[in-house]
């Protein structure tokens, strides 16, 4: 059966595990731990770094969440945890000294893959630091020749990360459908 | 009699089990305190180790052992769970195997729930949520997102079925169905808006109805009214002879203080809705429904009112010019949906007119289905579900 995956990417502290785990049908496995005083006797070391989670579809399929270490150190991964991604939802701090440096150093690592894919955008933390403003994200995108959502997210909604990942389902494929016609939905 | 069957049938949900967690760190604790939350529908909750009715270890955390032992000796009754990535048998412990799967860890909950009479003191789980942080605690922020959430069911669509005199499902009735906006409150917000953020200073609008206060530098408004009040005045036309009330005044800063802080809402959310209100399912008639327009930017929609089909129809205006006629067409939606959103949309200032655009390129075409559409519909779909 076919895998597929969204990758989640931004800063560390953006809330990549969070917005996974609101949305994961399992928590997000949390795979950089040492051994214990308890398991080492039986492995050594579990270490691998990476966020992850899972969506079940209709029919058995499933769509994997992977988020991507936070520390650059870990950016030689990236390229191999997009190969195959559907599309990718990048989460900003607005608590960061300079998020657009975040923005531009984020969308320039995966440049290729949001040119093949699309990339949504939720700026976290907008509670606690309400500038820049959502309208001065876009115009720094805009000078990128970019224009994809960008959303105020609060990474532990469920909502909230829905939407942005809908949102980016829709820039991937307009002709989607799905929305009920005659009600509103329940966000 | 009402209000004691309510409060009886509060008394008898299910009170979640308090868990404390060991051997995790902070961003631990809270991605647990969300599978808690959500996967495991709320089988735990997270609290302070001294309120817990459970202990949930991290048995690969480097000290496990020791915590192990520090927590059976400290509350010797205590259930103890271990997570680990490797099958663990030591005595008094109950065990899940990561990757944790909801029905497995709720399995093990719901059977210490059980053991320790779970469904008494409400109230103390209450308070335990309150100091247990971030993912209880509900922001004021929050607290009126959740607010505009629930005033998204039901009420707008049967709002828009209401529109007299309307056959939305004939073109040449269509066509008719457009407002002007000049005739209403929102002209007036809209001006008064544009006004104070030119003067960038607080401004009142007074009208025949209650005080508009707004605020330019944190962009938001103040309103004593709820979005009931607010909605039934919106479709309002406001008559020749109350213009005469409408005026804008200096506001004195110190006021802001006294306001009610609930009562303060961003700006943008407020004309949003006001213009999803004003048109009632109508188009502006400056904005013919045969003329085509473009989206600047997608709408923070997680912030706004959300429209049926609004997301579809951002994907369609974001990528080329479209004429609302089109997009109902195109989208088979409903066109009073169409032209709310684009009356919402033109009151934020995010549509531009396309001829412009359209004549510079080749027509747009109608979206075609990719490649993983089926894939794509999945998942939404299953996003939706929930």
């Not at chain 2, 085509?292 to 080329?320: C, E, G, M, Q």
């Not at chain 2, 709310?340 to 359209?358: K, M, N, Q």
């Not at chain 2, 027509?363 to 990719?370: N, T």
Request: contains cysteine.
């Amino acid at each position: 059966m076919s895998q597929y995956k969204i990758i989640f990417t931004g800063p560390v502290g953006a809330g990549k595990t969070t917005a996974i785990s609101s949305i994961s049908d399992a928590p997000p496995v949390k795979t950089d731990a040492a051994a214990s005083d308890m398991t080492k006797n039986r492995k050594a070391s579990t270490t691998v770094a990476m966020d992850y989670g899972v969506m079940n579809l209709d029919g058995g399929e499933k769509v994997h969440l992977y988020g991507t270490p936070g520390q650059e150190r870990f950016d030689f991964m990236w390229d191999i945890l997009t190969s195959g991604g559907i599309g990718l939802v990048l989460l900003l701090d607005n608590t960061r000294a300079d998020p657009f440096q975040d923005m531009r150093f984020f969308l320039q690592a995966f440049d290729k893959f949001i040119q093949a894919t699309a990339v949504a955008i939720g700026v976290t933390q907008m509670d606690v630091c309400a500038t820049p403003a959502i309208a001065d994200y876009q115009r720094e995108l805009k000078a990128l020749q970019l224009n994809p959502p960008v959303f105020a997210v609060d990474a532990r909604e469920f909502n909230d990360v829905s939407l942005l990942v809908q949102a980016l389902l829709y820039s991937l494929d307009p002709g989607l459908k799905g929305e009920p016609n005659d009600s509103i939905q329940t966000y | 009699m009402k209000v004691y069957v309510e409060s009886t049938v509060a008394n008898l949900q299910p009170v979640p089990l308090k868990v404390a967690l060991h051997g995790m760190d902070a961003r631990s604790q809270k991605t647990m305190a969300l599978y808690l939350k959500g996967p495991c529908r709320g089988a735990g909750i997270v609290v302070e180790d001294a309120d817990a009715d459970v202990n949930l270890i991290d048995a690969d955390f480097p000290a496990a052992g020791e915590i192990l032992q520090t927590c059976q000796s400290r509350h010797p009754d205590r259930p103890v769970v271990l997570l680990s990535l490797q099958p663990l048998q030591i005595n008094g412990t109950d065990f899940v195997q990561k990757p944790v799967n909801a029905e497995r860890l709720m399995a093990v909950l719901n059977k210490f729930k059980a053991l320790t009479s779970a469904l008494s003191q409400p109230q103390n789980a209450v308070e335990a949520k309150e100091k247990t942080g971030d993912e209880v605690i509900k922001t004021p922020e929050q607290a009126k997102k959740r607010v505009l959430y629930e005033g998204n069911e039901g009420g707008y669509a049967r709002f828009l079925g209401l529109l007299p005199g309307v056959e939305f499902n004939n073109l040449e009735q269509i066509v008719k169905a457009g407002f002007d906006p000049k005739l209403y409150y929102l002209n007036y917000v809209l001006s008064a808006c544009k006004v104070t953020c030119r003067e960038n200073r607080a401004l009142q609008l007074r009208s025949i109805w209650k005080p508009l206060l707004i605020f330019p530098d944190t962009r938001q408004v103040w309103l004593d009214a709820d979005d009931k009040q607010l909605r039934a005045f919106a479709g309002v036309e406001q008559a020749k002879g109350f213009a005469a009330s409408i005026g804008l005044s200096p506001l004195d800063e110190s006021v802001r203080g006294s306001l009610a802080p609930e009562k303060f809402q961003a700006l943008e959310v407020f004309v949003w809705k006001l213009a999803i209100w004003t048109s009632k399912g109508r188009f502006p008639l400056f904005l013919p429904p045969e003329q085509p327009v473009y989206l600047k930017h997608w709408p923070n929609f997680t912030r706004l009112l959300l429209l049926p089909d609004a997301l579809r129809i951002s994907s369609l205006l974001i990528r080329d010019a479209r004429a609302p006629l089109e997009i109902i067409d195109i989208l088979e939606a409903k066109p009073q949906h169409v032209f709310a959103f684009i009356s919402a949309c033109h009151s934020l200032g995010l549509l531009e007119p396309g001829e412009r655009r359209r004549a510079q390129s080749v027509a747009a075409q109608p979206p075609v289905a990719g490649k993983k559409h089926g894939l794509l519909s999945k998942i939404l779909h299953r996003l939706r579900a929930v």
